[in-house]
């Protein structure tokens, strides 16, 4: 019981009530990883201000994975650095050279044509001497072969088959003949030519008709045409060569005067020029061109080779080995 008639004894002191703790901040959600390794995280709250050592985590953990021992971390509330896109991100540069977005395709420009050669003729020349007929369809039908010359500008005018050229001792017209020395497969060889009336060879195929023949002679020149020598290709494997040539056969040898041209026509394929374009005053004969089947292919050659004599030099020359004969005509 508590005696009331006594006065209290003193009671001690209290200390003051102490002032409530402060409460732990709201939950804070992680920091978002950054979108590549490497980047550092927002730092945590509560981590130490610049300049002071970080502290060291509780024993049994060690330090956060992937984050630099002792380095400072970005400032607080700046995003993350964004990363680069890969490369592959990026549209390939353009090729300043190539075409331009919103013009055209360009036209594929043909090749420039070489060694005189365009769609229509075959030019024959030292630096290109030879075509082959076969690769450009031409050993079919008749093979026509035409002598003829061009007039330079003050000259005597012109005429067909290098007729009426101005002579260089005295401008007398020379009558100027065209013909060929053959040889066949069988080993058979002859001459067509004017001289002699040898207008077709003395050597024919199974039914009769000529390999190689002339269509006329014209020895006044007054024929535009020419004079024409005609090879059948039907039979092309009954050819072993044709030489063809020019023989002056009267007047003086000027062959300077001419800038003659033998074209040949194939019935098929370009027409093939060759052109006398070198010239020796002393020589009565010029070999012009070679027609040779060169193991089934059928090639033209070009010669443009002067020689001094007759048709019996030229056959020396090239080893025909036939007996000659003075002729007239």
């Not at 058979?188 to 006329?216: C, P, Y």
Request: glycine share 14%; with cysteine; net charge neutral.
């Amino acid at each position: 019981m508590v005696d009331y008639t006594k006065r209290p004894k003193a009671q001690p002191p209290q200390p003051e009530t102490p002032p409530a703790p402060p409460q732990p901040p709201p939950h804070q959600p992680p920091p978002a990883q950054p979108p590549y390794g490497g980047q550092p995280p927002y730092p945590p709250q509560g981590q130490p201000p610049y300049g002071q050592p970080p502290q060291a985590p509780p024993p049994g953990y060690g330090p956060p994975q992937g984050h630099p021992q002792g380095g400072y971390p970005p400032p607080q509330g700046y995003p993350p650095p964004q990363g680069y896109p890969p490369p592959q991100g990026y549209p390939p540069p353009q090729d300043p050279y190539g075409q331009q977005q919103g013009y055209p395709p360009q036209q594929q420009q043909q090749p420039a044509q070489q060694g005189g050669v365009n769609m229509n003729k075959v030019s024959l020349t030292k630096s290109a001497p030879s075509v082959s007929l076969t690769k450009t369809a031409g050993t079919t039908g008749i093979l026509r072969v035409n002598l003829n010359w061009n007039s330079r500008p003050g000259g005597g005018g012109g005429g067909g088959f290098l007729k009426r050229l101005a002579s260089a001792a005295g401008g007398g017209a020379i009558d100027l003949d065209l013909g060929c020395l053959y040889e066949y497969a069988d080993g058979s060889k002859g001459v067509i030519q004017a001289l002699g009336n040898a207008f077709r060879g003395q050597h024919t195929m199974g039914n009769g008709e000529s390999i190689v023949w002339l269509d006329g002679d014209d020895r006044s020149g007054s024929n535009s045409g020419g004079e024409n020598l005609l090879v059948n290709l039907q039979h092309t494997q009954l050819i072993r060569r044709v030489l063809v040539f020019a023989l002056i056969y009267e007047g003086v040898p000027n062959w300077g005067q001419a800038d003659a041209v033998v074209t040949m026509f194939p019935a098929n394929g370009p027409q093939i020029e060759v052109r006398l374009d070198e010239h020796d005053p002393r020589a009565r004969i010029c070999a012009i061109a070679m027609l040779e089947n060169r193991g089934g292919e059928l090639v033209v050659n070009r010669e443009v080779r002067y020689v001094h004599g007759g048709q019996d030099v030229l056959d020396r020359t090239y080893g025909w080995g036939m007996d000659w004969t003075p002729g007239r005509k």
